[in-house]
């Protein structure tokens, strides 16, 4: 049994292959051992004596070598070493079940080592090793990433398309701005026109007329005729007796700090008389309307011997054209820098544009100018009852400055004087290609007529002004202040996509001016005349939609708000005004100089 025992462990030649290898090599590599212990404290050193090219391939396969028997391996034979070799000549039929369990377990054990030294490989390559559960979970989230990009068939290059994405959809020419054709604003202030000490001849106060639009033009104007007459500006006091009878001061309205800021290198701005004047018997005046700068240098004289002048009228009180560049773009400054809202007004207002854009991108601001006191005064009742028709003529026969009594309402619609009824907006609006879905702001005061607005509501739903955007608690502040409420509709629509006035007035020409000046932001001024013609046309059959779309479209292919100098007329009255079309004067095309 001893002889038996020793047979069966002594080793025999370690470099014998498993695939039939010749018994000479065997015989030249052996070395005997007669006192080794038994299987289970066979070193791991007697593994690994073995020649690296006489191992077959490990479990097997198709190109698995033949067993020391010379029969075929099978499939899945794990790998032969010359430790099993030798296991399988020296053990009986008992015993070769063991030996092939173990084979399989060595050759599992060398899986697992190879698997985790792969993984080390990989977790080294991605930052090293994870080494807490939340950076295992975000190795395995890479891998997958990795993993479906690879089932796409995806490449590194082909990994930045989304970066390299078309860019968005131009914006449909609805919405487009008209081109700018060079223009931009040229309002700096020279260095020759600063001023540099305080030093004037006396004080100009000044009566603002009017309603808040043309209140603030009036005092843009005044701002440059202070210049004229190096007089201390006195902050404006505002008109508390209009139609609105508002009783709000000037700097309940504007940011006073910042209009004096704006323009203390032009002239000085005072809030009050000083105390030594406030006694001082004034001269009092209305200015002659559009007077020329040599009308007020003249009137400096009488300022300069009474100290204090008022003048009672603000509007139209000086030309549009014929004036210094210098005045011109200081009446710009006044207007588009100086006259900021004050700050509840202007939040307000940026709200009310805020909510407008939520989920749409664009709307439109339309100065619907069918309002009461508007209508009275045009005598247009053409698409009101017979008892609004008589109201309208009771409140113009009552108003003694309006000169103009006897009107005749159609005549005056087919002479392009009236505004636009709500209807008619609509089929412009649908004319000129905006869709059903737009949103639309009317920036107006309340509009007159029972059944005014259900043509325009029927085809346009999405009809909002300041009451049914703004919340109760954001309008308390202005309820009773139509002026505040005017100012928060002049940012919505200067702000607005597009601004389309059905009529003009003194809104009209100080939104499209202040559109110009930032940029030519698209304002679209029907041609009323031409259009009455049309659209009664459609009514009668006369022309179909399309051949109406296409002659509404023509007309107003140059009338959206782009750049053009300012219209001359045969007297002031008769030509552009200065805030509705700031060219020439206030924005300026840059001449490129040839090298």
């Known amino acids: 049994m001893a002889a038996a025992a020793t047979t069966s462990t002594t080793p025999t030649a370690t470099a014998t292959t498993c695939c039939a290898s010749s018994s000479t090599s065997s015989s ?9 212990p038994g299987p289970h404290r066979r070193r791991l050193v007697d593994l690994e004596r073995a020649d690296d090219s006489s191992y077959c391939s490990c479990c097997g396969g198709v190109d698995a070598c033949d067993d020391a028997d010379g029969h075929a391996a099978p499939l899945l034979t794990p790998c032969r070493s010359p430790l099993l070799a030798r296991r399988k000549r020296a053990a009986g039929a008992g015993g070769a079940h063991a030996w092939w369990m173990r084979a399989v377990v060595l050759c599992l054990l060398g899986l697992v080592a190879v698997v985790g030294f ?56 609805i919405w487009t701005k008209p081109d700018s054709r060079g ?48 007089a201390s500006l006195v ?49 009092v005046r209305a200015p002659t309307s559009w007077s020329r700068a040599s009308f007020y240098r003249d009137f400096s004289k009488i300022l300069k011997k009474f100290k204090v002048v008022r003048f009672t009228h603000t509007d139209s009180r000086i030309v549009n054209n014929g004036l210094a560049p210098s005045l011109q773009r200081l009446r710009c400054r006044a207007n588009y820098e100086a006259l900021q809202y004050r700050k509840e007004i202007q939040e307000l207002g940026t709200t009310l544009v805020e909510r407008l854009k939520k989920d749409s991108d664009h709307y439109i ?15 247009c009742n053409h698409n009101l009852t017979a008892h609004e028709a008589d109201e309208l003529t009771d409140m113009r026969l009552k108003v003694r400055h309006w000169k103009e009594k006897e009107i005749n309402s159609e005549e005056k619609r087919l002479q392009g004087g009236c505004p636009m009824t709500p209807r008619e907006a609509a089929v412009f609006l649908k004319a000129m290609g905006y869709p059903s879905s737009t949103k639309i702001y009317i920036v107006a005061g309340e509009i007159y007529g029972a059944h005014s607005m ?16 703004a919340t109760v608690d954001e309008l308390e502040p202005f309820e009773l202040y139509q002026n505040r409420l005017a100012a ?8 607005s996509d597009v601004f ?96």
Not at 369 to 377: A, G, I, Q, T, W
């Open 183 to 230: 223009y931009s604003q040229c309002i700096e202030r020279p260095k020759n026109q600063r001023r540099t000490n305080d030093a004037t001849v006396g004080y100009l106060i000044v009566d603002a007329n009017g309603g808040l639009n043309q209140m603030r033009m009036g005092i843009s104007d005044m701002v440059a005729v202070a210049k004229i007459m190096n």
């Open 235 to 283: 902050l404006p006091t505002l008109d508390h007796q209009s139609f609105w009878t508002d009783p709000s001061d000037f700097k309940d309205i504007f940011d006073v700090d910042h209009f004096k800021e704006t323009l203390k290198e032009d002239i000085v701005v005072v809030d009050s008389l000083p105390p030594a004047y406030r006694r001082v018997k004034s001269y």
């Open 454 to 469: 259900v043509a325009l509501k029927a085809e346009y739903p999405n009809i909002y002004t300041h009451y049914s955007l």
């Open 488 to 495: 928060v509709d002049y940012i919505v629509a200067q702000q």
């Open 118 to 173: 792969l993984g080390s490989s990989h977790g080294g390559r991605r930052g090293g090793a994870a080494g807490s559960d939340g950076a295992g979970e975000k190795l395995v989230q890479r891998v997958e990433v990795a993993a479906d990009a690879d089932v796409m068939g995806w490449t590194e290059e082909n990994l930045t398309a989304l970066t390299r994405r078309p860019p968005d959809p131009p914006v449909p020419e």
């Open 28 to 36: 030249s590599s052996s070395s005997s051992s007669t006192t080794s």
């Open 500 to 595: 389309v006035y059905t009529y003009d007035g003194n809104m009209a020409r100080a939104v499209q001016g202040h559109r110009r000046f930032e940029g030519f932001r698209k304002t679209i001024n029907p041609d009323r005349l031409k259009f009455v013609e049309l659209i009664d046309k459609l009514d009668e059959g006369a022309v179909d939609w399309d051949e109406f779309q296409s002659e509404v479209r023509k007309n107003h292919e140059n009338r959206l708000g782009g750049p053009y100098d300012r219209i001359p007329g045969e007297s002031p009255r008769q030509e552009e005004y200065f805030y509705s079309n700031p060219i020439p004067g206030c924005l300026c095309k840059k001449v490129q100089s040839v090298k």
């Open 365 to 379: 601001a339309l100065h619907l100018r069918y309002e009461k006191d508007m209508l009275s005064f045009t005598g």
